[in-house]
């Protein structure tokens, strides 16, 4: 049983490097469609960053359930919930295997959390500008002298925030 249940962290382990790895490479694509200011791109993005990351979610609650087993198993009462204080609590093997799987899967999510941080960084910019242009087209609009004759109307086309045709 103990091996059975070293065998199945170990593969959750694994599985869940390898969705980190893909949250990380989608992670590089929003980097990607922001720098290039791509929405169409963005919007497809933003989707399969939510399939990985309910993907991770349900492998985490899985893993969770395997923990609760080993635990129980091995008979651990932890004062805290760590996973670092968790493996330190079992037989040297397993130590030995987690700890490599664990530091790998932590340099990956250290990895993609600064990325993240660039990402956000990154919207924030653009919504500055974009805030900033609207507010000049704004100021542009109220600074300019509204013409109600028909030859006015003629020589200049009125500017607009929102082209109804669209």
Same mark, same amino acid.
């Given at each position: 049983?103990?091996?059975?249940?070293?065998?199945?962290?170990?593969?959750?382990?694994?599985?869940?490097?390898?969705?980190?790895?893909?949250?990380f490479?989608?992670?590089?694509?929003?980097?990607?469609?922001?720098?290039?200011?791509?929405?169409?791109? @963005?919007?497809?993005? &933003?989707?399969?960053d939510?399939?990985? %990351? /309910?993907? !991770?979610?349900?492998?985490? =609650? $899985?893993? #969770?359930?395997?923990?609760?087993?080993?635990k129980?198993?091995?008979?651990?009462?932890?004062?805290?919930?760590?996973?670092?204080?968790?493996?330190?609590?079992l037989?040297?093997?397993?130590?030995?295997?987690?700890?490599?799987?664990?530091?790998?899967?932590?340099?990956?999510?250290?990895?993609?959390?600064?990325?993240?941080?660039?990402?956000?960084?990154? @919207?924030?910019?653009? &919504?500055?500008?974009?805030?900033?242009? %609207? /507010?000049? !087209?704004?100021?542009?609009? =109220? $600074?300019? #002298?509204?013409?109600?004759?028909?030859?006015?109307?003629?020589?200049?086309?009125?500017?607009?925030?929102?082209?109804?045709?669209?």
């Amino acid at each position: 049983m103990q091996a059975e249940l070293k065998e199945d962290l170990i593969r959750l382990l694994k599985e869940e490097k390898e969705l980190y790895q893909e949250l990380f490479a989608v992670a590089e694509e929003k980097n990607e469609a922001l720098l290039e200011n791509d929405t169409a791109a @963005l919007s497809e993005i &933003l989707a399969a960053d939510q399939e990985v %990351i /309910e993907k !991770i979610e349900a492998k985490e =609650k $899985e893993r #969770k359930e395997i923990i609760e087993k080993i635990k129980s198993e091995f008979n651990l009462k932890l004062k805290h919930d760590k996973y670092s204080d968790f493996i330190e609590e079992l037989p040297a093997d397993w130590e030995e295997d987690l700890k490599d799987i664990r530091q790998k899967i932590i340099e990956l999510t250290d990895d993609f959390y600064s990325l993240n941080d660039q990402n956000q960084k990154l @919207l924030n910019q653009a &919504l500055e500008v974009n805030t900033f242009s %609207i /507010e000049s !087209i704004l100021k542009s609009i =109220k $600074e300019n #002298k509204n013409t109600y004759t028909k030859k006015d109307k003629e020589q200049k086309e009125q500017p607009r925030l929102l082209n109804k045709k669209v």
